[in-house]
């Protein structure tokens, strides 16, 4: 066979020899022939006795326990070595309740803890270290063996066997247990929730280590202290380092989480029976899980269904936002921070909303972003995470959103004609921040192309008619803007993307956060005010400066007389002198042809 | 003496020749670049916009161009006024009451009220006209112009309302004035079928005889101390028809 061929087992392919016969040696990767025809063959044997035998090995490695406990005659060759340095083994601690216990039980409990904490401390010598050699397998299968045909009785009848009865035939009254800090816990146990669990073969004692014969008092200083004290006895069977979220939870966190937290204790269930659906996730996420970061702080990792429930996003699972993570799989991820992590997971948004996010690549908070500002907005600052709700629909709610960080330019827009309005008389036709500086790709308006297409901005509502109308006001303040000296400039620049020199826009008069309404007030005092920002342009302005402007109305009789009556003469006369001349060029034409 | 007289009378001096050139060309930069800030939603004033570099750059040209039509315009006054009060210079460019009565019986003869045009002395009133269209238009321009360059200084000591008043006068006197010259001065120079296809004068400096009496005649009469017929040039006209056909 070692002359046939040269099999590669990690891969499943096999190198046979090539056509001349050859094997395959120095030639080139060319001349390798893979058979894949020869692992449907040891797969399917392989396939065929994990499915077969698999199932009967677990029931049967519970059992063994099971039966461990009950006879005290197997050592805990198999048991899982706490290696976990975080935890404390206190060997002393351990030896001394061991003593205590005077039963074979009890010797076997003291036993399995002094043996967890050996093979902590010296985990490769004995019969106990894990990974044993043949004797502790030969044992172990041979106990398979006799278990597999108890369990049969046990999975025929879901019934507790004679000494869980006895334990139940207290602990099904009201008794209370009282804690060191006061806090009391039903010691009431609800048989039938033991006799759905997948617990109910392995029976109380193997838990809590008592039976109905010897039954100590012990005190515990709080209730948490015996929960998490009770849950390591989970650990005897079930490996936490299977699941690297378990492991991360109980290390860091063994006095706050414990398994039964999210398993239940007597109606212990598999998770995905607890689950219902599509919020899978919450089975562990609505307890009250601690987050760690690396900068020490912590922060509870809990989803509450009725806010998602509420959430534009409520028919999503969590893995859609939350990839990386599924059912089967739960990675450790260690953020330096809840920043560091927030900015991580509203990457994540860009997998739906990609046209939101190309944008924001643009904007102003991005650049802050990537230039090392991790205060900069990202996308679940405005939006929320969890209670994410349409953007669309309140305005002041969304305008509040900037306030958070723009408090001061939020309350000078809170006082100008558009804030006050939208505030105190709710009415949404006013901008608010996203209108005028857009929402993802706010390039920030201390750029010359946001200052030339302020006009535009501004007349997205001021050349409305149908808004405009309900509030009285004229549409015409654009045109008159852009026939104007500076609107004409201003177009020209925009035209052709000048940024270097600065024209006066909408804001430069008007204001930009404070714009005030111009509208029915003391004219004297708003050109007073006009005055100091024709200033900041034409320093040399005097008093009667802002009058060269006449406003944004087509001068007419009463408002700029002079102006109108120059027009109006020129529109008369200019019309008169040509239609004259040419008159006279007609008649000059004539009376030449006339008199050839 | 006149009859078929292709002498040419000497006209204008090369001092006239050149101010008239150096007039058009700022007048055509001018209204290049002001009509095309004027009607600037236009194509191709953007296009002439775009040409002289932006719209800084067009204003720049336009003022500059502005000041040098001003500096004509005043010292074409200076220089006439000094003309005139030192060196004899006839004032014919003066405005009579004969130039209106000469455009009534012009009117009149064009009609076929009158049997004979007006009879014209150095300039006529057509040229008067336009004379003094360039002169006092060139006036109102720079003065609008400089307001329009100096709003804060103006409004320091007029209203501010002189500022946009200013520009309507500017706007509307430069748009009539590029129309007077589009029709009427350039039909009479180039156009009419008096002068067609090219009227010399203003190149060479010399009309022809023919045209001195026939639209310069009481000049002509002046010059060479001759009195010439009413109906000169239907006797002329007639007289060459004849010796051409014949």
Redesign the interface.
Known sequence: MGKEYCGNFSTGYTVLPNAEGRLPGNETTASYKANPARIPATGQVLRFTCTAFLPIIGIATIMKFALSNLFGTITGGNMQPATDEDMPCRQAACEERGKRRGTALREQTAEIIRNKCLAGSQPKEGPLSIGGNMTVRKSHLFMLAVLVVLLTFSFSEAKLSDMDEACLGCHQMDQTLKFGNGETLSLKVNPAEVEKSVHRIIGCSTCHGFTSDNHPQRSYKSRKEFTSLSARKCRQCHDTKENTIHEKLIRESATNTTCTDCHGAHAVKRVRELSKGNQYCLTCHNKELEVHYKDGHKEMAIVDEAVLNKSVHKNLSCVDCHVMVSAEEHPVRRFQNKRDFSIVMAENCRRCHFDKYSRTLEGMHFKQLIEGNANAPICSDCHGTHAIASARKDKLANAQKCEKCHRDVYAIYAKSVHGAALIKENIEDVPICSDCHKAHDNAGPHTANFRISVPQICASCHANKEVMQKYGLSTKVIDTYLQDFHGVTMKFYRQYGQTEKKIAVCIDCHGVHDIARVKNQNAAVVKQHLLKRCQKCHADATANFPDSWVSHYEPNIKKAPMVYLVDLGYKIFIPFMIIGLLLQIILHLWRYAVNR | MYTANREYIKRFGPARIIEHWLNAGTFVLLVVTGLA?KF?DYEIS?WV??TFG???TTRLVHRYSGIALAILTVQHILVASFGILFRKWQPSMIIHLKDFRDAIDN?R????LSEYPARCDRYDYKQKFEYWGVVVGGILMAATGLALWF???V??L????????A???HT??A??AF??IV??HI?NAIF???VLPLDTVIFTGKITQERMIHEHPLEYERMFGVKLPQHHD?DE?AGNASSTTS
């Open positions: 800030q600037y953007q916009i775009m932006g719209i800084d009117i003869y064009y009609l076929g709003p804060t200084m409004t320091r007029l209203p501010g309302q002189f500022i946009p008043t520009k309507a006068l509307n006197e748009l009539l129309l007077v029709t009427w039909y009419s079928p008096e239907e006209e």
